[in-house]
C-alpha cells in the first residue's frame, strides 16, 4: 500500500497541538514543552500578542521588552525592527539602540512613523521648535513671505521687511527703504535720498535747504557747494542751483557782474541794469541798480542831467550855485562854470 492511501486515524489521540501562539520543538512530547511565540507572551497560562510598542524575538514565556524611546510598534511586534520613530523623530543611531530616534530639529519635521531620518523645511522655510510633526508647522523665514507649504516663501521686496513677529511682510516707516531684499529687521530700513536721521530705525527728516543726499542709508546731508541753495529733501548735487546775486559759469556759482543782478534762485544769467545804471558786483535786486553819474532818478528809469545842472550818481540832481551854468550828462559840481562877467570868490576875480 503506497503512503497516499495510509490513513490517519491510526495517529488521533497521539498527537497533541499546541494551544494558540506557542509552539514545541520537532519530538516534544509534553504540552509543557509549547512555548509563546515570538511576539507573545504568557499572562495567566495564555499566550497573548506582546502590547503595542513593546516586541519579543525569542520563543518563550518571557515578559516583552519596551521599544526604545520615541518609537512606536504595532501589538503581536516579534522584532526591535518593528519599533518605529515616532512622528516629529527621526532615526539618527543604530535601530534598536536606547537613543535611535532624535527629535526633528529646528527647521525639519517628520509627518509619518517610519525609522527614517527627518525633513527639511521646504526653502527659505523652517519649523520654530523640535519634533515638528507636520510641514504646516514649517513657515517662512525673517525676510521671507508667502506659504511654506507650497514652497512659495519669497523675498520681502525693497522697502519691506519681516521678523519672527510678523507673518507677511511690514512695509518700512515713511521716507525710508532696504538696501537689499528679504530683510528680517526694522534696522534694515534706512533713509531715502534726501532725508537722514541720526541712527538706522530713527525717524527720517528732510534734509535742511542748502543740503542735499542722493544715497541711500542714516548719513548727515551734504552741503550744496558754494554760493549755491536747494529746496528741503534735495536728492542730488544737481539740485543746488546758485543763490541770488550769483549764476553758474558751468561748473560753480560765481558773481554777477557790475551792473546786473539776479532777484532768483537758479541758474539762470544775471540780469543787465536798466539804461544808463550800474550794481556793484553780486547785486541781488533790481533796487542795487542805481544810475550812473550824469543821470538821475531810480535805478529803474535814469534821466540824463539836465544843462544848469550836476548828478553825481547817487540818484539826486543838484542846481549849479547862482550865476553858473554846466553842460547836460554833468556828473560834478565842478562842471559848473561861472556865466560871462562872474568868478568864483577863490578865483581873485573882479
Avoid at 515578559?63 to 510598534?73: A, E, G, K, Y
Avoid at 522584532?79 to 532624535?102: F, K, R
Avoid at 525639519?108 to 508647522?137: E, H, I, M, W
Wanted: net charge negative.
Amino acid at each position: 500500500m503506497s503512503f497516499r492511501s495510509l490513513g490517519l486515524s491510526s495517529f488521533l489521540g497521539r498527537v497533541t497541538t499546541c494551544p494558540e501562539g506557542s509552539i514545541a520543538d520537532a519530538g516534544s512530547t509534553d504540552i509543557a514543552d509549547c512555548a509563546c511565540m515570538p511576539g507573545r507572551y504568557k499572562l495567566n497560562g495564555v499566550c497573548v500578542m506582546c502590547a503595542a510598542n513593546t516586541y519579543k524575538h525569542e520563543v518563550g514565556d518571557s515578559v516583552c521588552t519596551t521599544c526604545p524611546t520615541d518609537t512606536l510598534s504595532l501589538p503581536g511586534a516579534s522584532s526591535v525592527d518593528a519599533c518605529l520613530c515616532d512622528i516629529g523623530y527621526g532615526l539618527t543611531g543604530d535601530v534598536g539602540a536606547a537613543n535611535m530616534c532624535q527629535q526633528c530639529s529646528p527647521g525639519a519635521y517628520k509627518d509619518f512613523v517610519a525609522n527614517a531620518a527627518c525633513l527639511q523645511c521646504p526653502q527659505n522655510s523652517s519649523s520654530l521648535t523640535g519634533a515638528s510633526s507636520s510641514v504646516g508647522d514649517c513657515i517662512c523665514l525673517p525676510g521671507y513671505s508667502g506659504g511654506a507649504l507650497d514652497n512659495n516663501c519669497k523675498p520681502c521686496d525693497m522697502g519691506l521687511y519681516k521678523t519672527t513677529q510678523h507673518a507677511e511682510c511690514q512695509q518700512c516707516p515713511s521716507f525710508t527703504t532696504t538696501e537689499q531684499l528679504a530683510s528680517d529687521t526694522l534696522e534694515h530700513c534706512v533713509c531715502v535720498h534726501g532725508y537722514t536721521a541720526a541712527t538706522a530705525g530713527e525717524a527720517c527728516t528732510a534734509c535742511d535747504p542748502g543740503l542735499y543726499k542722493d544715497f541711500t542709508g542714516s548719513i548727515s546731508c551734504l552741503e550744496c557747494p558754494a554760493n549755491s541753495t536747494s529746496a528741503q529733501a534735495a536728492t542730488s548735487l544737481s539740485n543746488c542751483v546758485c543763490e541770488p546775486g550769483f549764476t553758474t559759469d558751468g561748473s560753480s556759482c560765481v558773481t554777477c557782474a557790475s551792473a546786473s543782478y539776479k532777484t532768483t534762485t537758479g541758474n539762470e544769467a544775471c540780469t543787465p541794469c536798466p539804461e544808463h545804471a550800474t550794481s556793484p558786483p553780486g547785486a541781488a535786486t533790481l533796487t542795487a541798480c542805481v544810475c550812473l553819474p550824469g543821470y538821475h532818478g531810480p535805478g529803474t528809469a535814469c534821466t540824463a542831467c539836465a544843462n544848469d545842472f550836476y548828478c553825481p550818481g547817487d540818484g539826486a540832481t543838484y542846481a549849479c550855485p547862482a550865476n553858473s551854468s554846466s553842460p547836460a550828462l554833468s556828473s560834478l559840481e565842478d562842471a559848473c562854470t561861472c556865466d560871462d562877467g562872474f568868478a568864483k570868490e577863490d578865483d581873485n576875480l573882479v
